[in-house]
Nanobody, 127 residues
Framework: VQLQASGGGLVQAGSSLRLSCAAS????????TGWFRQAPGKEREFVAT??????????YYADSVKGRFTISRDNAKNTVYLQMNSLKPEDTAVYYC???????????????????WGRGTLVTVSS
C-alpha cells in the first residue's frame, strides 16, 4: 500500500483545511487509517483514526482535536480525509497518514502499530 497525503497549506487561525490520504497498490477499506502529526521539536502524536470496514468504521480522536477535526473515508476512491475546522496555531505541524491491518482497539493510537506511511503534508496556522 502506498499512501499520498495532500491538502496542507498556510492558513489563519479559525480557518479550515481538508487533508486527503489517497491509497494505491491495493484496496485498503479494511485497514485502520489514521493521521499523526509532528510539530517542530516535538514527537509525533496521534490525531485521529478510522477503523476498517470490518470493524465498523469507528473513529477515534485525540482530545486536542475532538470536536474540531473529523476523519472520514471514501472506499470507492480509496481515500481518507481529515477535515480540520477552527484551526489553532498549535495545530501547526507536518501531518502524516498511516494505515495498518489487524490493529486491536487498544493500539489504534500507537504510531508503531501502523505498517504503511505516506509523506507528510505541512499545515501552518498563523495567529
Amino acid at each position: 500500500v502506498q499512501l499520498q497525503a495532500s491538502g496542507g497549506g498556510l492558513v489563519q487561525a479559525g480557518s479550515s483545511l481538508r487533508l486527503s490520504c489517497a491509497a494505491s497498490g491495493r484496496t485498503f477499506s479494511g485497514y485502520t487509517t489514521g493521521w499523526f502529526r509532528q510539530a517542530p521539536g516535538k514527537e509525533r502524536e496521534f490525531v485521529a483514526t478510522i477503523r476498517g470496514s470490518g470493524s465498523g468504521g469507528r473513529t477515534y480522536y485525540a482530545d486536542s482535536v475532538k470536536g474540531r477535526f473529523t476523519i472520514s473515508r471514501d472506499n470507492a476512491k480509496n481515500t481518507v480525509y481529515l477535515q480540520m475546522n477552527s484551526l489553532k496555531p498549535e495545530d501547526t505541524a507536518v501531518y502524516y497518514c498511516a494505515a495498518g491491518a489487524g490493529l486491536i482497539l487498544s493500539s489504534v493510537r500507537s504510531s508503531d502499530q501502523y505498517d504503511y506511511w505516506g509523506r507528510g503534508t505541512l499545515v501552518t496556522v498563523s495567529s
